[in-house]
């Protein structure tokens, strides 16, 4: 039986954990008890998936849903977490980066979020790295998740589900118009240029530095921050 408790959940918990406050802690709690409880955790080829790995990616994934409320469960579309030793490669055609393009070669990944239910894959090699150096901005465990909470309502195109229609337009306009910058400039110094594939990598892109390096997020793009902030439910710059 795998130890699936609240110390180890804190314990493997990002640094941002000790900035949360009470009532985050305990949403943060609960909702990382869920994910490992309700998640089937299963390892790629010769990975055996160990508590380690489950309470890690469980403790980054639940710094997500810190601000949701615990009468739902916000990651109902998360049923399989598959562990990868090192960098995935899929093959098959896929979304290429444009719109209705298709790419057939091989891909390399550190993680991949399916649609609908789809599993969750993450390369634990990347994964532990990225852990290990917070403040670089790029963490794979957060990306993959935020991408899960994207497709809450169906479609992957870099908008969760939202309270109202006036929160749609604004994340449409404020998010679309600094995708598009970024598109055109190809980096802007913070944001990599992958947030540029579509805006579903957008958002991905721009959650990993909302939960690392917050204050630097809102300084340069202050709008996307506000958005994020809103849907999340949290406010990490004003943690710091
Ligand atoms: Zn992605």
């Known amino acids: ?53 489950i309470h890690t990616i469980a403790a980054h994934a639940a710094l997500l849903t810190a601000g949701f409320d615990t009468a739902t469960y916000p990651y109902l579309n998360v049923r399989t977490v598959i562990v990868h030793a090192r960098t995935i490669v899929t093959r098959g055609a896929q979304p290429g980066p444009a719109r209705g393009v298709m790419t057939s070669g091989p891909q390399y990944l550190a993680g991949q979020s399916g649609h609908g239910r789809g599993p969750v894959l993450l390369d634990w090699q990347t994964a532990a790295r990225q852990v290990a150096d917070p403040d670089r901005g790029v963490n794979v465990i957060y990306h993959e998740f935020a991408h899960k909470l994207d497709q809450l309502d169906g479609a992957a195109d870099g908008m969760p589900p939202l309270p109202t229609s006036d929160d749609e337009t604004a994340w449409i306009q404020t998010l679309g118009t600094n995708y598009r ?43 996307v921050y506000r958005r994020l902030a809103d849907f999340y439910r949290q406010d990490p710059a004003r943690r710091r």
């Open 181 to 223: 910058r970024l598109r055109r400039r190809g980096t802007d110094g913070l944001v990599r240029g992958y947030g540029a594939t579509n805006p579903a990598e957008y958002f991905a892109v721009t959650s990993e530095l909302f939960f690392t390096r917050p204050v630097e997020l809102r300084e340069r793009h202050p709008r």
């Open 1 to 53: 039986m795998r130890a699936r408790t609240r110390p180890e959940l804190r314990a493997a918990a990002p640094a941002e954990f000790g900035r949360l406050s009470a009532d985050e802690q305990e949403r943060f709690l609960v909702h990382g008890e869920r994910l490992m409880t309700n998640t089937r955790w299963e390892g790629a080829r010769d990975v055996a998936v160990t508590d380690a790995m």
